[in-house]
């Protein structure tokens, strides 16, 4: 039963850009913000630091992947003065290259970066903690924002995927859903292990846990470096989706995904396995489908629908079913999955 | 950079010029703050949306003047707006997140934010709106160096005013001691036939005109737009979390300093960094603490 449901999640995730071509950049940034969420989830459902600052990682992650991809073929700072792809050229060989390059660099600086923020920042408990990795991420924007090496606040166009724009979109589509699950498999493991029980005793009482012999900041340190990892490569990715990023609106956009991931999370259940998907999954296709018919007045929904989902339904839809359906869930955790399914 | 601090030193009386901004600025920073530390410390929400009331409490007054109504005036219709405004937002959201998790009260105040600044782009355009009052400045040293507006030394002035009706009210009135008792317990205040419920919206509502009246200074002083306000509810936390909640010789100290820090940053490095530099102050009094704490942990140890 369990396989029969990831198979058919697998099956569905590949055939919905096949069967709606049009569409395969929204599911893009669909398992975007998947990922988003769930890594989100990891630190703030699973260990209890509700980080406002994650998108941190998601520009870097973009920034780092602009700047390897265009250095392997060119100098970025004449590159970002002469504006870009209209004056220098790729050729395949360097672009692949330096899509994998990027890509992987993101990754894996996001993740080494995450260690010694963590040290400053993991010091920080509550709402400190939320502010202060706020503060991280408008900072970064701003200082992005006036350094000319990466465009300043200009930004970098990244170089053009050679070939047919409806392939780049799904080769990209298929570069985020690998991500996306291999992200999913990944925090599904470590939910499983000791260190997955050590994230929740760290929530449910991290002085006891320090008591215990955890090692709280290693283990908050890994636990972020993680989410950082997957987070830094999603940007990556998003960048390319895009085509050109820049400081505040596209990679350090702190009031749209940044907020939107924390949103999505507690729309689908802080601290399950599927509540992150379900909630990215049903935000954006509500956010996607209500859009047009706001006539402008579409952020301010945005923000109301916000505040109701925060203030008015905390437990999120599979605290919901939890709370109505018991006898759905059982110790199990694999057992929500069908309503998972019926939710997408 | 260098050459700018070289120059401070050449000219000392430049110098001077921007630490006496800094101070009529930082008067504005302190009225804002002690507004945040009110209502965090009465109900324990630490409110991301001070910034866009403080925002919008400027709008108001700026549209009243468009109408011909004095701005000074408009100062305190945007204080009562934004009262009448923070008690909506109290009904519907704030009373409502006041027994949970610190964190929905601050993503609660997140999107109260969010929705303010996009109703306020929506209304009034991102472009940056400012009132003048056409009253000159004041030549500080006699010889045409150092100018200060003299709008900026009257919005010194009402700020001056405001904080000392405010302390007379938390001192003497019987609100006032009602708001102290339930800051220092609230359950002890209850039990003592003090309405908390009655307390809160007031505090609220309170820090909402507070909100407002700023506002119409930061608008008669600086530039408003519409997502100016994140930048207030950094400058507003930074302050408090500098000087301690009910602490407030400390918050105004450190407003004032947070001026002059400013002005002196904004010189020596560049006006296009200064929203870099508040949050970089974030930052750094976050680790200060930070620091504190943990030899306070390991004394305990």
Redo the contacts between chains.
Sequence with gaps: MKWLVYIAFIAISLAAPLVFPAYTQQFSALWVLIILAMTWDMQGGQMGY?S?GNIFFFGFGMYVSAVVQVSIAHDIGEYTYAGGINVFQFTDGQYFTGLVLGVAAAGILCALLAFPLGW?LF??R???F???TL??A??AG??VG?WEWVGAGQGISMPPFPGNPDTAKFVLYIMNMITGMVCFAVIAWLYSTRFGLALNAIRDDEQKAEGMGLQTLWIKRVCWAVAAFFVGICGAIYGNTVGFIEPLEVAFQT?YLG?FM??AV?LGGKGTLWGPVVGAIVFHTLKEVTWTHFL??Q??A???L??VI???F?EGIMGWLQRQRPEWFGIRVESREPEAEAAT | MWANIDLLIQVPKLAAGLFLEGLLIGAVFSLIAYGLALVWGVMNVKNLAQGPFVIAGGYICWYLSTLGLHPVLGMFAAAVVMWGLSWICFKLVVSKVLELDMFVSLLATFGLAYVLEQSLSLAFTQDTQTINLGWGSLDVFGDGLVLLAWQKVMAFAICCVLAVVLVLFMKRSRMGQAIRATAQNARAARVMGIDTDKVYSFTFCLNGAICGAAGALVAMIWVIQPFYGITYSIRAFVLVVAAGLGNLPGVILAGLGMGGLEQFGGFIIGAEYQQALVVGMLLAVLVVRLLQQSRKRQAVA
């Design positions: 509700n406002l400053i010091g920080l509550g709402p400190y939320a502010i202060g503060g991280v408008i900072a701003e200082m006036t009031i907020i924390v949103v507690l402008g007045w952020w301010v945005l923000g109301v916000i505040v925060v203030v008015y905390q």
